[in-house]
């Protein structure tokens, strides 16, 4: 038992640490420090600059454009990543679709879409949730009907996050409104051209424009563009749960930057010789280190093949619990500053980040599972209740 | 990055849960207790004879070199079976503070650890100090031949048992300052020594100490005089590592049973697992358990290694394997209902031995404490 790194390992971090100093935007930081996302051209410009580099997906096999890296060296990347203040890349395409893709679909959905997803030239958007399926989400109602080479699609989706600039989506469609639920659900890629697809925004309480429902009226979508076989949509989303592991981890080592963001924050605020204001933030960092630990095992256990159990769910639940933790704290060291949230007018510009960080973290327990359904998965998968 | 056991160490896990099959069986525990019986000096050789307490004593001393994972391998065992041997006197405070012992008995008395034969433990803490380990008081004057040593300690792990004590007192300075205490061993039968046992609810038997005068040898140095502190405090960070991986093998056991009993419990003509208030708090049970490990194991790297946050590891670790450890024994009590109430249950006591394991050398509070101290250090 030793958490030594190698010393391929230990160059590898020096290459991946000098790589991040050298080409993390500025402008960037003190958002991603917040824990906001940033705007969709900037992920872009990010995921286009990993791409130069050879990096474009960490954590894709080289086969299919990845690097091919073992989990030791993509948790160096990410803890890396986490110190710089450099941004996560956005993962629809990356981390959902894309590995559905490569492991379900056929040599031409592979060629056509994987290399666009890498350079970014694509932006994939996630058809999944619907009005009346959020956390039931088998009971989803969107209709895709065969006719000839194509399927007719029609619903509604909800929560489609960038939905207004993306260009693609995947989309769980009932293709048979017989039998038990999951079992009439299939996988369809859209192009967001297609004629019949709408969009409204949907501002959410950090006042950003992320997330969209989207209208879906008789949408003919090819045949062709059906993933693996019909009926069989739910299944792949499964294929996701194995890959859950490094995602949680890129995203939980980012808590780091929030912790730092409220200590400076409670530092400027001469607040750190408060006992109060020192022990909470203590607990936080204690309970950050746990999640951390948590995550190298996981890790480790990857790299040696082992299974992780609910490892990666109970993750998510404590990252999402603690983000949200952590940007309170970090608001509340603000005092009044935090009521500066925007300009009025003409007014001066403010950079209400921590707060708007504190409102997006809200539905970190909701989205992907809510946290209550996470648990609900973690006690019958694992528990065996 | 690795956190495997080698095949020894899996061996040695192995060894550990057979002895605990066949000796710590809880009914024959309960008994044992409920006899007022604690500590078994016959197990105790029995332990000595398998090895366990040669385990981590330098090799040229006879003992195996071992590393203070191979002491939580066995530290698990302890806990999951709550063992009542004094395991840290024996595997962490005789092995790492004996081989600095001054005097010439000090080969015969790591012989003697080793086979099980004498026990030394640490008297950590004094009335006025709460959990400082540098607040000492007790003061060691110079004599002719040696030391006479005067003062109070309020605490000594299974000092009950122990025929052997470590006992920290001034040379120089004062208050809680670390350069000037010097470390002594004191024998159980020395003049002036008052040993006051008493029981602990984990049926534990620590004792406080009262030293009147009492005369030493310079043979009786443990360690430089005046430099004790890095010393002792040196054991007590292996000894907080060791009793973390013992809470870990506590409350995974708490668990375990409280999840068998949630699954064969019925009420309302149903497993009570099948509701979902339970079955979330089960999962929230689960997670603790994750978290401690997971901690446990960080902080039992971090003690041997020369990470300079690693004194910031051991206090969060302690921290959170305190508070995660006592949420997963009382949720064990709750879910049983009235049975983990009573004492009949292994419930009880190992929520029993988790609060004495948090309170060990500072509880959670104290090591948040800690930890907010050397971060702004």
Redesign the interface.
Known sequence: ?????DPADRAFRDEVRAFFAENTPDAFKARVRAGMRLEPHEFVAWQKLLYARGWGAPSWPKEHGGTGWTP?QL?IFETEASLADAPVQYHQGLELIGPIIFTFGNAEQKARYLPRILSSDDWWCQGYSEPNAGSDLASLSTRAVRDGDHYVVDGQKMWTSYAQVANRMFCLVRTDPEGRKQAGISLLLLDMDMPGISIRPIITMDEIHHTNEVFLDKVRVPAANLIGEEGQGWGYGKVLLDRERGVTAATTMRLRQQLRGARAAAAEARM?DDPVT??R???L???V???E??V??T???A??GKDSG??AS?IK??WSELLQEVTEFWVETLGYDAAAFGPIGNGAPTEPWPMMGMLYSRVTSIYGGAN?IQ??I??RR???? | ?????TDEQRLLQDSVLRFARDHYDFSAWRARTGRGEGFDRGLWKQMADLGWLSLTAPEEDGGLGGLP?DTMVIMEGVGRALMLEPFVAGAVFAPTLLPHLAGPERTDLIAAAMAGTAVVTLADAEPDGRFDLAAVSTRAERTATGFRLTGEKSHALDGAEADWFVVPARTSGEGAEEAGITLFLVARDAPGLIVRSVRAMDHRRNASLSLDGVEVSAGALIGEVDQGFGLARHAVDLAIVARLAEAVGAMEAAYEQT?QH??TRKQFGQAI??F?A???R???M??AC??????T??A??AVS?SDPARRQ?IA??K??VGQ?SLYVARQAVQLHGGMGFSDELAIGHYLKRLVMIDLAFGNAAEH??Q??AA??A
């Open positions: 038992m030793d958490l030594d790194l030791t948790y750190l020192a022990d933030l203590a607990q960092e204690i309970e280190i746990a999640l630990g948590m190298m095992r890790m480790a256990e790299a040696s609910p490892r109970m639940v404590r209550e648990r609900n973690i006690a694992a528990l065996g209740l | 990055m690795n956190f495997e056991l994972v999840l949630l699954k697992g099948s979902q339970l079955q979330h089960a999962v929230d689960a997670i994750e978290e401690a490990r997971s901690m194991y960080l039992t790297i290694s590891t969060a670790a921290a959170r995660t948040r404490r930890f907010a971060r702004a």
